[in-house]
């Protein structure tokens, strides 16, 4: 009997929760997806190149750890449930089964809703998994083919977590109908969330953010010996100044409120903070354009030991959280005003009861409303960034892995000259490498072993940070690098010399670097730039240039015979790629012989980096923060939605009966259509809008302080292709949770 009541009511129930079903499949579906490359029976045809080995338990852990959040996402969908379904709780009891037995019979409902959900879930994970697999194969720049297998390791995985959340989340239930009172139940739905005016989170909030004050005030003051430095225009001086004078201002209206508040109330405070906060922000977020602008670093002495781009971050993040948690917290206060000053509007057809249904919201959800703020503003900001990180990777791969094997040293941790050179090291010129390729059969198309000279030798003890030595290199080692990439080999005059620059240096740096080095002296004598090439911006690995530099030397190979010889390096290609065994066998045995960090942290440093294991370990890493960061986003979005769907049906019972006073009324069903696409916008757009405004300011500020690596390594098309994307994916997913609450809620508001 009991199993037939169960079946009836699951069936029953399936179209009042059709939102929770979907996003309980397509969340299964996704985590299903993302863990099938982590499956021991996942065996993608890679050569022998690559491993996937890298991806195992570090995927897992992510995936793993970015799932926990959907437990909160089905605890909400079940007290959603166990809301709705209270009054009839409360009859069934009423008419003679026990309470505990209504408990139960709710558990094995939600339980086999949810399992039905799940299995579906990962019947989809099946053809999902097929994108992600393409997603990989496409990083590492495979051929895709088509493939459908159920892995049983991940299904079960799938399956557990589900299962647990599930369990936990119906036992919760269980005893919350056991200790509920039936006359509660009853009237369960007559209960209102706590009003604006009773609510203690904007508080809280606001003696978090006066605390978080002090600290940006104590970070101005830090470096208030550089307020009126000289060195510095008057741009960097506002951003200064502005740093400590905006967050002065802000604590000044907090102290006055203190005084005065009975009479000015805690709205007047939160109003005038909002603004001060607004220019907090702006101050904040003027920091990566300026210190771009004028070439400052965020960590650098000049800014102050304290400030940098993170903590200029953090004090971003500050008020921006809190200009959120204000716009939600007086939006109701502010549409109350503005109805109440516009009386014509206000009474005109149905929108006397339009401002009461969405005032009495706003009211009442305040809270939970900000919090679906902040977390889509970082599911929005998440989608932004990914393409982003992994353009700037993949970029920076590209030019990074220009040779099969790169070998190449560092003096940095060298304080004697005549520990420079190593004897036998610097002799054979790693011979370890040549040997080892010539042993597995590997044969070599070019090989290239050189030296990078300092013009001049007293410039070896010269270790500033942001000031090192520039290096140089022989015009003869420099053309057959050039040979060994396709580039067209270079000239220079007896007494010329030439530039080479890293990608990642601006165009500026360049020009005047060029402008004031016009000439060079070195131990060989003075060379002139060339006139006809000074610079030349070819990749060439990144290897190359000296520590702190973007930018080397080239000199004719007679003047180079006269300095000091301060890097060893040398770069190999290879007819056939090196196996993924080979690479990291030849990269153990380069380190037992050349230490890349040497004992006590002195001496000569040696890297060796293979194609590889770059590509591999590289492209692994591209994907799991691909797959991450756009499964947390997903997961995130879906959590608001479904929660925003939900606070709307939620309610559905006395929707029908407003709804069906406005029919009685004379209301026409179009006037009601209208009615419920208007409510529904502004329930959705309030917080959607305000979380896109959100990200964007984090977004432009974080593309900011990456700008000239992503102009180095991925280029602004394909940023805003990627973007676009982007933005096509959240509406078309916004659009869907929209349709079907609309459908759900027209279908409540409109029963008998």
Not at 558 to 571: A, P, T
Not at 617 to 642: E, H, K, P, Q, S
Request: glycine share 6%; with cysteine; hydrophobic share 45%.
């Amino acid at each position: 009997m009991y199993l037939k009541l169960i079946i009836r009511n699951v069936r029953r129930s399936a179209r009042d929760y059709l939102i929770y079903m979907v996003t309980m499949t397509v969340c299964a579906m996704l985590l299903y997806s993302f863990l099938s490359v982590t499956s021991r029976y996942y065996r993608p045809d890679m050569g022998a190149q690559y491993n996937l080995a890298v991806l195992g338990d570090g995927m897992k852990l992510a995936v793993g750890s970015i799932s926990l959040l959907l437990l909160f996402l089905v605890r909400f969908v079940n007290n959603y449930m166990l809301r709705h379904r209270q009054k009839e709780f409360a009859i069934q009891t009423v008419l003679g089964m026990e309470q505990n037995t209504v408990a139960w019979l709710f558990f094995a409902e939600t339980f086999v809703l949810g399992a039905v959900c799940v299995f579906a879930g990962i019947l989809l994970g099946m053809f999902c998994s097929q994108f992600i697999t393409a997603m990989l194969l496409a990083e590492y720049g495979l051929e895709y083919r088509l493939s459908f297998m159920l892995f049983p390791d991940t299904m079960l995985l799938t399956a557990a977590f589900f299962g647990i959340s599930l369990g936990v989340t119906g036992l919760f239930n269980v005893r919350t109908i056991q200790r509920i009172r039936i006359i509660h139940m009853l009237h369960g739905d007559r209960r209102n969330d706590t009003a604006l005016g009773r609510s203690r989170y904007m508080p809280f909030v606001t003696v978090l953010y006066g605390i978080m004050l002090v600290l940006m005030l104590a970070s101005g003051l830090s470096a208030k010996h550089y307020y009126f430095d000289s060195r510095f225009p008057l741009p960097v001086h506002i951003m200064f100044q502005g740093n400590i004078l905006a967050p002065l201002l802000s604590l000044a209206w907090l102290f006055a409120w203190l005084i005065r508040r009975k009479r000015w109330g805690f709205q007047r405070l939160v109003f005038v903070e909002m603004l001060f906060t607004l220019v907090n922000a702006c101050f904040f977020a003027s920091v990566p354009p300026i210190c771009m602008r004028y070439q400052l670093s965020f960590g650098s002495s000049a800014l102050g030991s304290d400030t940098g781009a993170n903590q200029y971050l953090l004090f971003l993040l500050a008020a921006l959280i809190y200009l959120v948690c204000g716009i939600i917290y007086l939006s109701g206060a502010f549409l109350c005003r503005w109805k109440d000053k516009n009386p014509a509007h206000t009474y005109s057809g149905q929108n006397l009861f339009f401002f009461g249904q969405i005032i009495s919201r706003l009211t009442t959800t305040a809270h939970t409303m900000t919090l679906i703020c902040l977390t889509l503003s970082a599911s929005i900001f998440l989608f932004l960034a990914v393409p982003a990180l992994t353009g700037w990777a993949s970029g920076f791969l590209d030019q990074r892995s220009l040779y099969d094997v790169q070998i190449s040293s560092a003096y940095s941790s060298v304080y004697e000259e005549s520990d420079l050179l190593t004897g036998d090291l610097y002799i054979d010129s790693y011979g370890l490498v040549p040997d080892f390729l010539e042993q597995r059969g590997i044969a070599v198309s070019h090989d290239c072993a050189f030296s990078l000279y300092l013009p001049c030798r007293d410039e070896f003890y010269n270790r500033v940070k942001l000031d090192f030595p520039v290096a140089a290199i022989r015009l003869s080692d420099y053309n057959a690098i050039r040979e060994m990439l396709g580039y067209e080999k270079i000239h220079l005059g007896e007494n010329e010399f030439t530039t080479q620059w890293q990608s990642i240096a601006t165009a500026k740096e360049r020009d005047e670097f060029v402008k004031n080095h016009r000439s060079v002296s070195t131990d060989a004598g003075t060379l002139n730039l060339s006139q006809e090439n000074p610079y030349y911006e070819d990749a060439v690995g990144e290897t190359l240039y000296n520590r702190y530099t973007d930018v080397i030397y080239v000199f004719p190979d007679r003047i180079c015979e006269s300095l000091l010889s301060v890097m060893q390096c040398r770069y190999i290609r290879t007819i056939r790629p090196i196996s993924y065994a080979d690479a990291l066998q030849l990269e153990n045995d380069f380190r037992k012989l050349y230490p890349e960090s040497p004992k006590d942290d002195i001496g000569m440093r040696y890297y060796i980096r293979t194609r590889t294991l770059q590509v591999n370990d590289t492209r692994a890493n591209i994907f799991m923060t691909n797959a991450m960061m756009t499964y947390g986003g997903i997961v995130l979005m879906v959590i608001c939605l479904t929660i925003l769907s939900l606070q709307q049906l939620l309610d559905a019972s006395q929707y029908r009966y407003r709804f069906g006073v406005l029919r009685k009324m004379g209301v026409e069903e179009n006037d009601i259509d209208k009615l419920i696409l208007k409510q529904l916008c502004v329930w959705f757009g309030l917080p959607v809008t305000v979380a896109i405004a959100v990200a964007a300011i984090l977004a432009v500020y974080f593309f900011t302080t990456i700008q000239r690596q992503l102009a180095a390594y991925m280029g602004t098309e394909a940023l805003l292709l990627r973007l676009l994307a982007t933005f096509g994916v959240l509406t078309v997913l916004l659009a869907c949770y929209f349709a079907s609450t609309r459908a759900l809620f027209k279908s409540a508001a409109g029963r008998g």
